[in-house]
């Protein structure tokens, strides 16, 4: 089974704090996602990662970085936590594109609150 | 970003009841994917679909890549109250960045 866990269930961090989420899959995907999703507006992609050092920018990047040095590790950095960050973060993984490595798997969310 | 027509928004059933739920998109898609979130927990890959016109099951669920690329539907039989949460569809296509579009979402709730 595909396994991805990001390492912090919940999270209270202090305005202005830098923040890191982390996330790490177990089977080897090219593809690492980073999502946040709140009520009334679904998900929304942060950033995504092809590969090694690769990233694109998603629909919402803006506060937010990103880090992956090794193949299984997607970090989500926030340079200066602010009270709109309070979201739930979700980690996702992909083998590639094509075929059933379009299926996307997520882990089990990161809940932060920016106080 | 874009986010899919997905109905009914939410639904109230009895336990034993078949439930169903579509999804629609104004693009076309190469994979439909369906899951299933809990509350405070983050969503579960239920059915994937790889090719239009395929039907597939999994155990109670089945689910549809609609002939035209451009919808998709997820049914679930004899409904049981832990199929309550929120259901979401979300499509994919190929080639293009290669970035998942969701469904707004269908709320489950079963009563006894």
């Known amino acids: 089974d595909v396994k991805v866990t990001q390492s912090s269930r919940y999270l209270v961090k202090r305005t202005g704090e830098k923040v890191f989420l982390e996330c790490v899959q177990d089977?080897?995907?090219?593809?690492m996602f980073w999502y946040r999703q709140d009520p009334g507006l679904g998900l929304r992609l942060i950033y995504f990662?092809?590969?090694?050092?690769?990233?694109e920018k998603g629909d919402i990047p803006e506060g937010y970085s990103v880090s992956r040095e090794k193949k299984e590790r997607f970090s989500l950095i926030l340079e200066s936590a602010s009270t709109n960050q309070t979201s739930m973060y979700l980690c996702?993984?992909?083998?590639?594109?094509?075929?059933?490595?379009?299926?996307?798997?997520f882990g089990e969310g990161s809940w932060l609150t920016v106080v | 970003g874009q986010q899919l027509n997905q109905s009914p928004q939410s639904m109230f059933i009895q336990e034993g009841e078949d439930v169903s739920m579509n999804c629609t998109s104004s693009?076309?898609?190469?994979?439909w994917l369906w899951y299933k979130q809990d509350p405070g927990e983050g969503p579960v890959l239920l059915i994937a679909?790889?090719?239009?016109?395929e039907l597939t099951s999994n155990g109670r669920l089945t689910a549809q890549f609609g002939i035209t690329r451009k919808d998709s539907f997820l049914n679930i039989s004899a409904s049981i109250p832990s199929d309550v949460g929120i259901y979401f569809c979300?499509?994919?296509?190929?080639?293009?960045?290669?970035?998942?579009?969701f469904g707004t979402g269908t709320r489950l709730q079963v009563t006894l």
């Open positions: 996702a993984s992909r083998l590639d594109e094509g075929g059933d490595g379009n299926t996307i798997y």
């Open positions: 089977m080897d995907h090219e593809n």
């Open positions: 990662s092809y590969d090694v050092k690769m990233k």
């Open positions: 693009s076309i898609f190469n994979t």
């Open positions: 679909l790889y090719k239009a016109g």
């Open positions: 979300a499509g994919q296509w190929t080639g293009t960045a290669s970035k998942l579009t």
